[in-house]
C-alpha cells in the first residue's frame, strides 16, 4: 500500500536466538529509518541511512545491528536481545531533502517483536 | 535540547463531537508534519505546513501552523469512527539531515 514492506510482520524470539528484519521501499527513495515504537512511547528513531550510508545512530545497543546494502533495502539484525526490547519495529523511507527541511516519511506496515 | 511536545496523550469524544491536539516545539521549525497511526497499524503521512501562520484543510481536518513557527493544531470537526487511532506531529531535526523529531500522540478515543 504504501511502498514499503517489511519481513516478518510477527516474529517472537529467545534472548539467545540471532534474528534479522527486513525492509524494502519501493518509492525510489534515497533515505531509510529503523523506528522502535514501544506502549505509551513515542516513536525513538533508532537509525538513519542516507544513499547506503549510515548518518545517524541514536546510541542504540550493540545487540541491534543496522545493515544497509542499497538504498532500497534495509535490514536489522538482533542478537542476545531483553524482553525490554519486545516492541514494534517501524522502518521508513523519504526522499532525498535539504537539511532541515525533512521531507515526509513512508512507513512500512512494521514488525511485532516479542522477546521471551 | 530540542523537544516537540504534544497535548493532550489521549482525549475521549462522543461520535459527532470536535478534537484538538496541539504540538508546541522549543526551537523554530521549517515545517511541521502530521500523521495518523490507526490501532494496528502504522503512522500515515498526513499533510505538511511550511509558512507562517499556514491553514490546511483536508475535509473535516484543519491544520495550523502558528505565526512563530513553533506550534502547530490539528483539528477535527464531527468526529467519526473512522477517525480513532494517534495523531503525530513530526518536525525536522536542526542541523540533522533528514532526522524527525516527533510528538507523543495523542489518541483519539470514541466513547461507546
Known amino acids: 500500500e504504501t511502498g514499503v514492506t517489511q519481513t516478518p510482520r510477527h516474529l517472537v524470539m529467545g534472548m539467545t536466538n540471532k534474528k534479522s528484519l527486513k525492509c524494502e521501499q519501493h518509492l525510489g527513495h534515497n533515505a531509510m529509518y529503523w523506528y522502535k515504537q514501544s506502549a505509551k512511547k513515542p516513536l525513538e528513531l533508532m537509525f538513519v541511512?542516507?544513499?547506503?550510508?549510515?548518518?545517524e545512530n541514536n546510541s542504540v545497543p550493540s545487540r541491534f545491528s543496522p545493515e544497509c546494502p542499497n538504498s532500497s533495502h534495509l535490514f536489522l539484525h538482533l542478537h542476545t536481545l531483553q524482553p525490554e526490547d519486545s516492541a514494534l519495529y517501524l522502518c521508513?523511507?523519504?526522499?532525498?531533502?535539504?537539511?532541515?527541511?525533512?521531507?515526509?516519511?513512508?512507513f512500512g506496515p512494521g514488525t511485532r517483536l516479542t522477546v521471551l | 535540547g530540542q523537544q516537540v511536545m504534544q497535548i493532550p496523550q489521549y482525549q475521549h469524544v462522543q461520535e459527532g463531537e470536535d478534537f484538538t491536539t496541539y504540538c508546541n516545539s522549543s526551537t523554530t521549525l521549517s515545517n511541521i508534519q502530521w500523521y495518523k497511526q490507526r490501532p494496528g497499524g502504522h503512522p500515515v503521512f498526513l499533510i505538511q505546513?511550511?509558512?507562517s501562520g499556514e491553514v490546511k484543510k483536508q475535509k473535516r481536518l484543519t491544520f495550523q501552523f502558528g505565526e512563530a513557527k513553533k506550534n502547530s493544531s490539528l483539528h477535527i470537526t464531527a468526529t467519526q469512527t473512522t477517525d480513532v487511532g494517534t495523531y503525530f506531529c513530526?518536525?525536522?531535526?536542526?542541523?540533522?539531515?533528514?532526522?524527525?523529531?516527533w510528538g507523543a500522540g495523542t489518541k483519539l478515543i470514541i466513547k461507546p
Open positions: 505546513l511550511v509558512k
Open positions: 521508513a523511507s523519504s526522499q532525498d531533502s535539504t537539511r532541515d527541511r525533512g521531507n515526509e516519511q513512508f
Open positions: 513530526a518536525g525536522p531535526v536542526r542541523d540533522s539531515n533528514y532526522q524527525l523529531i
Open positions: 541511512y542516507n544513499f547506503k550510508e549510515q548518518t
